[in-house]
């Protein structure tokens, strides 16, 4: 197998704020030539890297809003996260734990700290991922899946090296319990300090790892601190990742959509005509109804 080498490591952009419960920097798709098909189908990539919130009685987060065309996925690492939707639907993410959205034809949805948490404020981390639908599957009805910390492939690397959990697709013949549309790896390596661990994608894949905790040496060559956001070319399938000190390190890997993207705010479709329909279908009250 050929190296997968190292495109671009990335430190993190001046963080932004999505309502006033998400301090996020943003890698996909703004800013480091990371246009949406990039990494398509990862579409997006907001990262609440470890940020303080004082305690609020108020849960602090993301009023009512609509998505269509794509899958939300929500990885709490640090603090809690509470959801509300049009469908009636709703839920806790707990730490470690990862829910997994499609929106697909539409759906209203709210997004909070968890109020008991939100009373006790804390160190708050959070990953969110836009996975794209293909084109055939964006009008699916929606649906959820909450994977808890307890349901995760675990993979315990030899030598001490430490874990992988697998949320989607395969490592090392265990399987995560995520169900896509597409072919999709999504992992969180759990890396002592010294420890080393191989991943090996499809050399078309778009594939890229974004560091936690902790900091490491990708192919025994390039280093990435904590939240710096590693691309891989598309060519070679296997790289190393080894822990400089104690990570953490979300890996993807995805087949790509070679389909055009058509995006406006939370719409993420294949043509403007389809955009359109959905700020229509939005207008008209098509995607339900959630209170703020
Ligand atoms: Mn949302």
Do not use: C
């Not at 949320?167 to 992992?187: C, D, Q, V, W």
């Not at 080393?196 to 890229?208: C, E, G, I, L, P």
């Amino acid at each position: 197998m050929k190296t997968k080498k190292v495109e671009l490591v990335a430190a993190p952009r001046e963080p932004h704020w999505v309502g006033d419960g998400f301090r996020v920097h943003n890698f996909i798709p703004s800013g480091y030539h990371l246009e949406m098909q990039r990494m398509n189908p990862f579409i997006l990539l907001d990262y609440n890297s470890k940020y303080t919130f004082p305690p609020s009685e108020k849960p602090k987060g993301v009023g009512t809003h609509p998505h269509r065309g794509f899958e939300t996925v929500t990885i709490a690492y640090k603090g809690k996260v509470e959801h509300h939707d049009s469908s009636g639907g709703g839920g806790i993410i707990g730490e470690g734990d990862v829910q997994w959205m499609t929106a697909a034809s539409g759906i209203l949805h709210k997004e909070f700290h968890e109020s008991e948490w939100s009373k006790k404020g804390g160190e708050f981390q959070m990953v969110q991922l836009w996975v794209n639908l293909p084109a055939k599957d964006k009008m699916s009805p929606p649906k959820y899946q909450a994977i808890t910390k307890d349901e995760m492939g675990i993979v315990v690397l030899e030598e001490n090296a430490g874990t992988v959990e697998v949320i989607a697709g395969e490592y090392n013949g265990t399987r995560g319990k995520a169900s896509t549309f597409t072919p999709i790896h999504l992992m969180n390596a759990k890396l002592n300090k010294g420890g080393k661990a191989s991943f090996s994608f499809h050399a078309n894949y778009n594939t890229a790892l974004l560091v936690l905790e902790g900091s490491i040496t990708v192919n025994e060559a390039e280093a990435a601190p904590t939240n710096h956001f590693v691309l891989f070319e598309n060519e070679g399938e296997s790289f190393t990742v080894e822990a400089d000190e104690d990570a953490l390190v979300l890996i993807m890997s995805g087949e790509p959509l070679n389909e055009p993207i058509a995006a406006h705010g939370p719409f993420v479709m294949n043509t403007k005509a389809e955009i359109l329909q959905a700020f229509e279908d939005y207008n008209k009250g098509k995607f339900g109804y959630l209170a703020d």
